[in-house]
């Protein structure tokens, strides 16, 4: 039994709240099992529970996004509108409830976590220290209850690449998993391989061609297909919102860059998946 694996969704988002278990159901019906990526505590909740209504094919990821370390981020399609009790800013990393999540068998991972450059406010030193801070607890984390890391990275490379070494120096392997929609160059992925990370594409290599490089540079079996839903529909779905069943496009797309068979493409997306994180 081989599945399509869209590795980051977010059908834990506002924007799903009216058809959520349709579009899950679409996507099973449709061969494509998922992983439902957290963001800040609420939405790492939603990601649970949502897993739990299903005794297979849906997983959750639990974590703190960079982003919502910052206090002035609000996305509607994640949240809703603003001003409910849920959209809190400026978050900081909460242990405690965390851990209680991790009691799920659901959660098969840490993150959306790392760190996010692209758009710094206020004191610099100070947003970079905040969103350090929530990384290495997450890290710290992911090594006590042996789960993979879900890395969200953004014009901060060098750093993230810097910590995760520091952490390896001390654990070793223990210090796993996979930089989501990577967009990095290929020095840079050499680099991630070489920390034995894998990396993740979206739907964006189905219309952006700067993506086809990278595509053929990283091994099949270093690499992870996702979604990112409700973000970056893949062609031929552009305009619409995403959903985990337009994984298979990404697939697809892997497939014909690297010139091999849509089938074993799909076979060893699945096998890196298992292998990283037991789903
Ligand atoms: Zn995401």
């Not at 494509?32 to 529970?49: L, R």
């Not at 091994?219 to 919102?241: A, N």
Request: aromatic letters at 12%.
């Amino acid at each position: 039994m081989t599945k399509y694996i869209d590795a980051h969704a977010h059908m834990n988002f506002a924007t799903y709240n009216e058809d959520c278990e349709e579009v899950i159901k679409r996507a099973l019906d449709n061969d494509v099992w998922m992983m439902n990526v957290g963001t800040k505590a609420q939405t790492s909740q939603e990601a649970v529970e949502i897993a739990e209504r299903y005794d297979e094919g849906v997983y959750a990821i639990i974590g703190l996004h960079p982003i919502h370390t910052n206090k002035s981020f609000h996305d509607k399609d994640e949240l809703g509108d603003e001003g409910t009790p849920f959209n809190s800013k400026g978050d900081v990393w909460n242990n405690d409830f965390y851990k209680k999540l991790a009691e799920s068998k659901k959660v098969v991972g840490v993150g959306e976590c790392g760190l996010d450059y692209f758009r710094i406010e206020g004191n610099e030193k100070e947003y970079k220290e905040r969103q350090v801070k929530a990384f290495t607890s997450q890290i710290e984390f992911a090594i006590e209850h042996d789960l993979p890391l879900m890395i969200h990275c953004r014009e901060a490379y060098a750093d993230t690449l810097d910590i995760l070494k520091s952490y390896q120096k001390d654990y070793g392997e223990k210090v796993r998993g996979n930089f989501h929609f990577y967009a990095g160059d290929t020095d840079i992925a050499k680099q991630i391989l070489d920390i034995g990370f894998t990396m993740s594409f979206t739907g964006v290599i189905t219309f952006a061609k700067e993506y086809e490089k990278l595509v053929e540079f990283v091994p099949l079996d270093k690499m992870l297909s996702e979604t990112d839903c409700p973000y970056v529909t893949p062609v031929p779905f552009r305009g619409q919102r995403n959903e985990p069943m337009y994984v298979r496009e990404v697939v697809k797309k892997i497939a014909e860059i690297k010139g091999l068979e849509e089938d074993k493409v799909k076979k060893q997306l699945w096998e890196n998946v298992r292998r990283q994180f037991g789903v």
